[in-house]
């Protein structure tokens, strides 16, 4: 047994107290981790896995949770049942899955959390009648309701848009692996011989999850006492786990998806994870999920099938919120003593616990921000600098209104201040100022110290801080290069190094947002320094995002344009008075001001370059239109570079 | 209004602050009655029917009511978008209330922002509006031109992080004069505003052309001249991401040299100003 115990992200092993539950003649092997008086998080595993696919999670979850996993039946430790066929109907997997939550959980319902076929069972267990009142909340990730499923192929069939045939197509093409494991005995000997051999590197090589049996990621586990690796996956009894498991497919496929219930309608809260790049799951599938869920939680997630391996952390945390949100408050030890742990049903409700479950309603919607992206950014932390003015501040508004926790940093210790204020009111469950130099090396560093250590590792990272400067070339003194080259160039190499190492060691993906400029491949006689650090940006931006490309990690760069920030307010002109700056200042500030283009519209080009992980994104016409010149016409670049603006 | 406040033009004073009181009290009587569902051609109609009722016959302009991201003019781009829509209110929605009446011949232009049950963000909204207030008024007192008043407002508001909505507004105007209008017993409306208003706005309009001063207070080069003495009714208007708040009231302007009675607020007592008093 390979699951002796488990790193904790402290980095302390985790004990893990093993037993055995028999029911139906099966006996099912069930791990448990964390104090038994917690909340119940019952981990269910699919296809081709066993309990061990969960190990990370679990570790993350057994500090808040007492944490329940089990190999199902014909899987890693639990026994088979004979004969195979009919052995593995949804019926069977349903009675399995009682048993072992009356053995663990006798009181108190469970939160159950299903990955691929642990899904489609829990989709199962969460939509038939008997287990109700058992199952308090459900996380469904890369596993569709079978019936769901039928009744989506039937409307698409009975109505055959061209939309519905695509789709129908789409997930078709998605399945093949479906077909082939209806085929008698060559699956199974597939899976005893070369498949099962080769699937460690298979699952490195095209699902990108992390081997369990190569050198020693950071943060990772240690030996175990029995001298397995405790994180060791897939586990030694993957090609009979996968060999038995073929039956899940050939019980349960035809017989639901021909048939499909009519009432299979949820009886509790749903939080749906979906994957953006599953090569199994068509995101679509989940698109009628309304009708069958009253309470559903949409989050989406970029990464392939495995996220259990593949995204711990993230996992953990909408976990943790999902259940944290659909357990009671903490009662006193009397209320415990007497409900004995269950709310009694048909007692009029004490105002309490009336305020309580008002309280658990409320905390339940807050779950997903509205903003457009909210599935999306929920519960991750964005860090973004300048952020107490212009497109930093957008920026940071519109990730906290997408649900995102926050940081925000500048120089202006006021103005940044602020933007984390009101980035709380709009929706960001938590958000914090930092004050610093972005040019500063030292004052990065001590940043992303405390930030690691007191907020977490940043999902997405925006270095957006920069300064004007405008003026001939032959005017700009060096003092005046080394203040616009810390700050833009210097401040996004220190962000993108320091705080992209910690995405990347963590390991787990993530996004960087540089903000360059039009200027970036516009030349103009008026910004050759501004225009120098911005192209730089926009070279190093795209050099890294071909180096990150392989651990996930997206890089993105922002052309805005002419943007109606206060960039032209501080903006430095080299070669002319103090008096006359100052009515270029103003003059700037103005016609910026007759542009209008508000920097939210920015902010908005920077969660959709996110989301899509594109790589330059132009913002305005006039960046979008400069950038094709580039390309096109560079001739007339240059003629346009030659013009003195009118200031 | 040409010299310092004089026994007759206290009483005038007198006309438009109880004229402006009356709106005010049916704001925050129409406000006690908003409920879930109700839209915002019906907030106008009771606002409409609430001053009919205590004699308001004419109109500077007729009630306006927004709902939800409607109060910070999301998406608005012709002026037809300002009037009543069949949008619903719901709970938590911020909402404001914006009514001009004309009564005894006095006129009154309020903007009244309430929220339908607890919303942080609009208490945060209206909190942060007191500063514009004393901004306007100091700076009106300084004499200062009021394009560059209105610039510092811009100023302060996006240190606040909030968007300038009474851009929003025809000729994008933070304020206007408004003055007496005759009393007649036939006084129809062109696009919801009155027209014996329109009349004394349109003459203010030309004799200020002819004088370089204008009775808009916009960001534009006509409203590059010092404060003007009248009665103007200042609405700043706060936008952050789909909601909107703002308060709008009379500030009157004369020609003393005394700096306090160069420029006062015409009354003191109102509820967005009173609700600072409490918070304080």
């Known amino acids: 047994m390979s699951f002796q115990s488990v790193p904790s992200p402290s980095g302390g092993l985790v004990a893990v107290r093993e037993r055995r539950v028999r029911t139906g003649g099966i006996d099912l092997c069930v791990a448990e981790l964390g104090d038994p008086a917690r909340p119940t998080v019952l981990l269910v595993h699919g296809y081709p896995d066993s309990k061990?696919?969960?190990?990370?999670?679990?570790?993350?979850?057994?500090?808040?949770?007492?944490?329940?996993?089990?190999?199902?039946?014909?899987?890693?430790?639990?026994?088979?049942?004979?004969?195979?066929?009919?052995?593995?109907?949804?019926?069977?997997?349903?009675?399995?899955f009682l048993a072992v939550a009356d053995a663990v959980s006798p009181h108190r319902p469970v939160h159950l959390v299903g990955h691929d076929w642990g899904s489609v069972q829990g989709w199962e267990f969460v939509t038939v009648r008997r287990t109700s009142g058992r199952i308090a909340s459900f996380t469904s990730m890369s596993g569709p309701s079978l019936d769901h499923f039928g009744h989506w192929i039937k409307r698409r069939l009975t109505r055959p848009t061209p939309r519905a045939l695509g789709q129908l197509l789409g997930q078709g093409a998605k399945s093949w692996y479906v077909y082939l494991l209806h085929t008698p005995v060559l699956p199974e000997l597939a899976w005893r011989g070369p498949l099962g051999r080769q699937w460690p590197r298979l699952l490195e090589r095209f699902e990108k999850v992390p081997s369990g049996r190569g050198p020693q990621a950071p943060g990772g586990g240690t030996e175990s006492a029995s001298g397995h690796r405790p994180d060791a996956y897939p586990t030694a009894s993957l090609p009979d786990d996968a060999a038995h498991g073929a039956w899940l497919y050939r019980d349960n496929i035809h017989a639901r998806l021909s048939r499909p219930r009519a009432d299979a309608h949820a009886h509790a809260p749903?939080?749906?994870?979906?994957?953006?790049?599953?090569?199994f799951l068509s995101e679509r599938l989940y698109d009628d999920l309304e009708r069958w869920v009253p309470q559903l939680v949409r989050r989406t997630l970029p990464a392939k099938h495995w996220v259990p391996r593949t995204r711990p952390d993230q996992l953990a945390s909408w976990i943790t919120d999902f259940v944290t949100a659909h357990e009671p408050e903490p009662e006193t030890g009397a209320e415990r003593?007497?409900?004995?742990?269950?709310?009694p049903a048909g007692?009029?409700?004490?105002?309490?616990?009336?305020?309580?479950?008002?309280?658990r309603a409320r905390r339940a919607r807050d779950l997903v921000a509205s903003g457009p992206y909210g599935e999306r950014f929920g519960g991750q932390l964005v860090l973004v600098t300048g952020a107490a003015s212009g497109i930093g501040r957008a920026t940071a508004f519109a990730f906290a209104e997408s649900g995102a926790r926050v940081v925000a940093v500048d120089r202006d210790a006021e103005g940044v201040a602020r933007t984390?204020?009101?980035?709380?009111?709009i929706g960001a469950p938590q958000a914090w100022a930092e004050t610093v130099d972005v040019g500063d090396e030292e004052a990065m560093e001590k940043l992303a110290q405390k930030v690691a250590a007191e907020y977490g590792t940043v999902d997405v990272l925006v270095n957006n801080a920069g300064v004007g400067l405008s003026g001939p070339f032959l005017d700009t003194t060096s003092e005046d290069w080394k203040r616009v080259l810390d700050v833009n160039l210097w401040g996004v190499i220190h962000g993108c190094r320091i705080f992209g190492g910690q995405m990347a060691a963590r390991g787990e993906g993530g996004h960087i947002v540089n903000t360059a400029s039009a200027a970036a491949y516009q030349p103009s006689r008026a910004l050759p320094a501004y225009s120098t650090s911005k192209a730089a940006v926009l070279m190093l931006s795209e050099c890294l995002r071909a180096e990150l490309a392989g651990q996930d990690i997206g890089v993105s760069v922002i052309c805005p344009g002419f943007v109606n920030t206060n960039?032209?307010?501080?903006?430095?002109?080299?070669?002319?008075?103090?008096?006359?700056?100052?009515?270029?200042?103003?003059?700037?500030?103005?016609?910026?001001?007759?542009r209008n283009y508000p920097p939210e519209k920015v902010a908005d080009a920077i969660l959709r370059a996110v989301v899509r992980n594109e790589a330059v994104v132009p913002v305005t016409p006039e960046a979008r239109g400069a950038r094709l010149l580039s390309r096109l016409a560079p001739r007339a670049l240059r003629a346009i570079a030659r013009v003195e603006p009118p200031l | 209004m040409a010299s310092a406040v004089t026994a007759e033009q206290a009483t005038e004073l007198r006309g438009f602050r109880s004229v402006q009181r009356l709106a005010y009290e049916c704001a925050e009587a129409v406000a006690a009655r908003l409920r879930p569902g109700v839209t915002e051609r019906e907030a106008a109609r009771m606002q409409r029917d609430w001053l009919r009722a205590r004699g308001v016959r004419d109109w500077f302009h007729l009630p306006f009511a927004w709902f939800g991201d409607r109060t910070a003019f999301t998406g608005f781009r012709i002026p037809l978008q300002f009037f009543p829509t069949n949008r619903a209110l719901a709970e938590g929605m911020p909402f404001i209330l914006d009514m001009a009446p004309v009564h005894g011949g006095f006129t009154a232009d309020v903007g009244y922002s309430g929220c339908l049950g607890a919303n942080p963000l609009h208490d945060k909204l209206l909190a942060d509006l007191r500063a514009h207030r004393e901004l306007l008024l100091r700076e009106v007192r300084e004499r200062r031109s009021l394009r560059e008043i209105y610039e510092d407002v811009d100023r302060l508001m996006v240190r606040q992080g909030y968007e300038n909505r009474h851009r929003a507004y025809p000729f994008g105007v933070i304020a206007h004069k408004i003055d007496r209008v005759k009393d007649r017993r036939w006084s129809p409306r062109v696009l919801g505003f009155g027209t014996q208003a329109l009349k004394g706005l349109a003459s203010d309009a030309l004799h200020g052309h002819r004088d370089g001063w204008s009775p808009l207070w916009s960001p534009y080069r006509f409203s590059d001249h010092p404060p003007r003495p009248g009665l103007w009714a200042v609405e700043p208007h706060l936008g952050f991401r789909g909601t909107g708040a703002k308060f709008e009231e009379i500030l009157v302007v004369t020609d003393s040299r005394d700096p306090a009675e160069s420029a006062f607020w015409l009354d003191d007592d109102l509820p967005h100003v009173r609700r600072w008093g409490k918070g304080a």
Not at chain 1, 61 to 82: E, I, Q
Not at chain 1, 270 to 279: E, K, N, R, S
Not at chain 1, 420 to 425: D, I, K, N, P, T
């Open chain 1, 420 to 425: 984390a204020e009101m980035a709380r009111l």
């Open chain 1, 567 to 594: 960039i032209t307010a501080t903006a430095r002109f080299t070669g002319v008075s103090a008096e006359e700056e100052k009515r270029r200042r103003k003059r700037t500030a103005r016609l910026y001001g007759l």
């Open chain 1, 337 to 343: 003593a007497a409900l004995g742990g269950v709310a």
């Open chain 1, 52 to 96: 061990e696919v969960w190990s990370q999670v679990a570790g993350r979850l057994a500090g808040r949770f007492h944490v329940v996993l089990y190999d199902v039946r014909g899987h890693g430790g639990s026994t088979a049942p004979k004969p195979l066929r009919g052995g593995f109907t949804l019926e069977k997997l349903t009675d399995d």
């Open chain 1, 270 to 279: 749903v939080q749906l994870i979906t994957p953006t790049g599953d090569a």
């Open chain 1, 347 to 359: 007692v009029a409700l004490g105002p309490a616990e009336k305020a309580r479950r008002e309280n």
